[in-house]
C-alpha cells in the first residue's frame, strides 16, 4: 500500500508539469529544438522560426476569451518586457500562440494586447492562423506543455508556463508565467536570462 501511495505521488507530481495551472518552477535547462513554423501576427504578417533567429524570444500560450489565467500571464509578460527595456535590452522577441485560433483572429489579437499597455508592441508576436488540433500537437511535442480544447465551454486548457528559445531555436529554459503569489512568477530572472542569451551571443 505504501509503494502504490509513493507511485501516485510522483506521478500526481510528473502531471504537474503538464498541468493547465500547475505553479512548477523549471530550474533545469533544457535543449528542446522547436520546428520550423510560418504563422500570422497580430498584424497579419507572417512569423516564422527562421525570421525570429538570430534573437532569443520568449513564449507563451494564450487565447482573447480566456478568463482565467491568461491576462494576468500577459501582464507578467509586460512586466519582463519592462525589465528588459530599463536594463537597456532591445535584441530579444516575445511570442505567444493562440490556443483559440478560430476565434483569435490577427485583429482580436491586435485588439486584446492593446489593453496591456505593453511598454513596447514591436517586439510582440501574438501568432494564429494555424487549426486547434495543430496548436494542441505543437505545443505537447515541442515544448512539453499541454494544450487541450475543453468541448464542453470557450475555454481552452493550457500550461501557465513561459519559455525561452534562443537564437537558433533551441528551447533552453521555462518558468512559472502564471502564480497566484506574484513573487513566484521569476520576472527578475526571466529578464536576465534573456540578456545572458543576448550576451552570450554576441
Known amino acids: 500500500m505504501k509503494r502504490k501511495l509513493i507511485g501516485l505521488v510522483v506521478l500526481l507530481a510528473c502531471a504537474s508539469i503538464l498541468g493547465a495551472c500547475g505553479n512548477t518552477k ?34 507563451m500560450y ?67 492562423g494555424y487549426s486547434q488540433k495543430y496548436i494542441e500537437q505543437f505545443a505537447v511535442k515541442n515544448t512539453k506543455i499541454l494544450v487541450k480544447n475543453d468541448p464542453n465551454s470557450d475555454q481552452v486548457i493550457h500550461g501557465n508556463q513561459f519559455f525561452l528559445v534562443d537564437k537558433d531555436g533551441l528551447l533552453v529554459k521555462m518558468y512559472n508565467g502564471y502564480a497566484e503569489n506574484i513573487e513566484d512568477v521569476p520576472i527578475d530572472t526571466i529578464a536576465s536570462d534573456i540578456e545572458t542569451y543576448i550576451d552570450e551571443n554576441l
Open 26 to 59: 523549471f530550474k533545469a535547462d533544457y535543449s528542446l529544438e522547436i520546428p520550423d513554423f510560418e504563422h500570422v501576427n497580430q498584424h497579419g504578417e507572417a512569423v516564422s522560426l527562421e525570421s525570429l533567429k538570430g534573437k532569443p524570444w520568449i513564449g
Open 62 to 128: 494564450i487565447f482573447t476569451n480566456c478568463i482565467s489565467i491568461c491576462p494576468p500571464m500577459s501582464l507578467n509578460m509586460a512586466q519582463v518586457q519592462e525589465k528588459l527595456q530599463k536594463k537597456g535590452v532591445e535584441d530579444y522577441n516575445i511570442v505567444a500562440f493562440s490556443v483559440d485560433p478560430d476565434v483569435d483572429k490577427p485583429e482580436v489579437l491586435a485588439d486584446y494586447l492593446s489593453k496591456f499597455n505593453v511598454p513596447d508592441e514591436s517586439k510582440w508576436n501574438l501568432l494564429t
